[in-house]
Structures are given as C-alpha cells and as structure tokens.
C-alpha cells in the first residue's frame, strides 16, 4: 500500500502545477521550515484594468493540515477576469511543515503585509484590499482583521488588516468546545485566538456563506458570530444554504454553489467599491 500511495502523490502534484500555471509566483516569506510562495493571477490582456487594481487573497481549508492552496483557483481566476488581481496564499501545514494555526496566522498576516509593500509590483491598490478564506483559512482571514492594531504589531506599520472579508463554512469557534483546542500550543491560545471572542466595534464588512447541513462548522456558530457582529453596528450579511454540507462551494464538488456563492461574493465587492462593476452585455 504504501507504495502505492507513493505513487499518487507526484500526480497531484502535476494537477497543482497546472492549476497553477497561469499564475506568476512570488516568495513572500521565509521561515524556518521554508520559504512560502504567493500565486499571483493577474487579469488577462484585454481587460480593461486600472493601474491599482483591487486584490483578493485567498486562504485555504484543510484546518491547517494539508497543503490545498489550488482550492481557490477558480475563484481566483473569475476575480482576474474581472479586473482584480487575485492570489492563493500558501501557508504552514503540519503535514508539510509540522506547524499548527498559530503559524498558518502568522504567515497570512505576513502575506497581506508583503503584499500591500509591493504593491506596485503587483500594480494594485494596497486600500482595496480583500481577504478569502475557508474553514481554518476563514479563521486566518478573521485573525488579521478581529485583533486591534497593538495585537497584530509590524515592525514598519504596514497594516494586515483587509478592507472586507468573504469567508466560506468559516471556522468561528476555537474555544475547547470546538473540538480543535488540542491543535493549538494550549487552551489558553485557542480561547485567545477564538473569533467569537474578538469581535469588536468598525470592523470591515463580512459576507460568511455557509451550508445549514454543515456538520463540522455548525451554521448555528455562524448565525451567532452574525448577530454579534450586527449588536456592534458592522455590516455582516450571512448566506446559507439548504441540503449543503461543509465543502458545498468548492467548484469540484458543486458548480451550482460555486457559481450562486461567487456570484454573491462578485455583488458584495462591487457594492463596496472594491471591484469594477461588471461590463453589460451589449444590446442585440
């Protein structure tokens, strides 16, 4: 068996460099297990762009166990399509790095941080600005954004936190009663680092999308974080979905979900400024 085994991991690895392969790549940062890479996807010849375009950062789910930065290529690509320059982050893992969330926060605050520093390489506008995630990448995305300024210290006062968040089957709940306590150093962190826990007053504008059959990111987390962020006066719009389960988004499991909750996330940016409002058809 485990030669079999062997043998699969190479394909997937020639599956992500090809899903990978319109994306230019980037070493945002180096870390004692290695360096982590930016895929950055730029909008294609024949978009009308701007010269600071919007950007969107995308982390990943696996709750910081398995290496799944493709996961958010076909979003990626839809936002590039639409005049916004759009990046899938790698960060830490225990299976390829042996790190916890800590370390996967750690990195996604850097990205955002190298990624507004460069912002003229990359021609985008470091103040619209929006993060992405999923499951334990949602959870990243909130922990640049939840802590204030004093929390998130940078040693030359670039800011992690985005201008709006869009975050799918988010992780919310990091207390013992979670069940992912035991991922963190200790139960003091996980209940630090818990989202529920952090919420605040101006705060920038979330859209949470989430399937009612979730059973491993209870909707009802989702409905509460929702409610606690409206008691505080921030804009929070929570969309759920019926009959769908915990990876109901993702393109390669249902492309009705993806193309409704990407559609949603299009809408959300547009009506904040942070993405160009789409061309209309042409009248026939």
């Given at each position: 068996?485990?030669?079999?085994?062997?043998?699969?991991?190479?394909i997937g690895?020639?599956?992500?460099?090809e899903?990978?392969?319109d994306?230019s790549?980037?070493n945002?940062?180096?870390?004692?297990?290695?360096?982590?890479?930016?895929y950055?996807?730029?909008?294609?010849?024949?978009?009308?762009?701007?010269?600071?375009r919007?950007?969107?950062?995308?982390?990943?789910?696996?709750?910081?166990?398995?290496?799944?930065?493709?996961?958010?290529v076909?979003?990626?690509?839809?936002?590039?399509?639409?005049?916004a320059?759009a990046?899938?982050?790698?960060?830490?893992?225990s299976?390829?790095?042996?790190?916890?969330?800590?370390?996967?926060?750690?990195?996604?605050?850097e990205?955002?941080r190298?990624v507004r520093?460069?912002?003229?390489l990359?021609?985008?506008?470091?103040?619209?600005l929006?993060?992405?995630?999923?499951?334990?990448?949602?959870?990243?995305?909130l922990?640049?954004t939840?802590?204030?300024d004093?929390?998130?210290p940078?040693?030359?006062?670039?800011s992690?936190?985005p201008?709006?968040?869009?975050?799918?089957?988010?992780?919310?709940?990091?207390?013992?009663k979670?069940?992912?306590?035991?991922k963190?150093?200790?139960?003091?962190?996980a209940?630090?680092?818990?989202?529920?826990?952090?919420?605040?007053?101006k705060?920038?504008?979330?859209?949470?999308?989430h399937?009612k059959?979730?059973?491993?990111t209870p909707?009802?987390?989702?409905?509460?974080?929702?409610?606690r962020?409206?008691?505080?006066?921030n804009?929070?719009?929570?969309?759920?979905?019926?009959?769908?389960?915990?990876s109901f988004f993702?393109?390669?499991?249902?492309?009705?979900?993806?193309?409704?909750?990407?559609?949603?996330?299009d809408r959300?940016?547009?009506?904040?400024g942070?993405?160009q409002?789409?061309?209309?058809?042409?009248v026939e």
């Amino acid at each position: 068996m485990s030669s079999i085994l062997q043998k699969v991991a190479p394909i997937g690895e020639a599956r992500d460099r090809e899903m990978l392969k319109d994306a230019s790549s980037h070493n945002y940062r180096t870390t004692p297990q290695g360096e982590l890479t930016a895929y950055v996807f730029s909008p294609p010849e024949g978009v009308d762009t701007p010269r600071s375009r919007p950007v969107i950062i995308f982390f990943h789910g696996g709750f910081w166990e398995s290496p799944m930065v493709t996961q958010f290529v076909p979003h990626c690509l839809h936002f590039a399509s639409r005049g916004a320059v759009a990046i899938a982050a790698e960060t830490r893992t225990s299976s390829k790095h042996g790190t916890g969330p800590v370390e996967a926060m750690e990195d996604a605050r850097e990205v955002v941080r190298w990624v507004r520093r460069n912002a003229s390489l990359l021609s985008i506008d470091p103040d619209r600005l929006t993060i992405g995630g999923a499951a334990g990448g949602a959870w990243q995305a909130l922990l640049c954004t939840l802590p204030k300024d004093k929390e998130m210290p940078s040693e030359d006062g670039v800011s992690c936190r985005p201008q709006a968040l869009a975050l799918f089957s988010s992780l919310l709940n990091t207390t013992p009663k979670s069940g992912l306590a035991a991922k963190f150093p200790d139960v003091r962190t996980a209940k630090r680092l818990s989202p529920t826990a952090l919420v605040r007053r101006k705060l920038p504008p979330m859209i949470l999308f989430h399937g009612k059959n979730d059973r491993i990111t209870p909707v009802d987390e989702a409905r509460k974080f929702a409610r606690r962020l409206h008691w505080r006066g921030n804009k929070c719009e929570l969309v759920d979905y019926e009959r769908a389960e915990h990876s109901f988004f993702n393109f390669n499991v249902s492309s009705m979900h993806f193309e409704l909750t990407i559609g949603a996330m299009d809408r959300f940016l547009t009506e904040r400024g942070l993405l160009q409002p789409a061309a209309e058809s042409p009248v026939e």
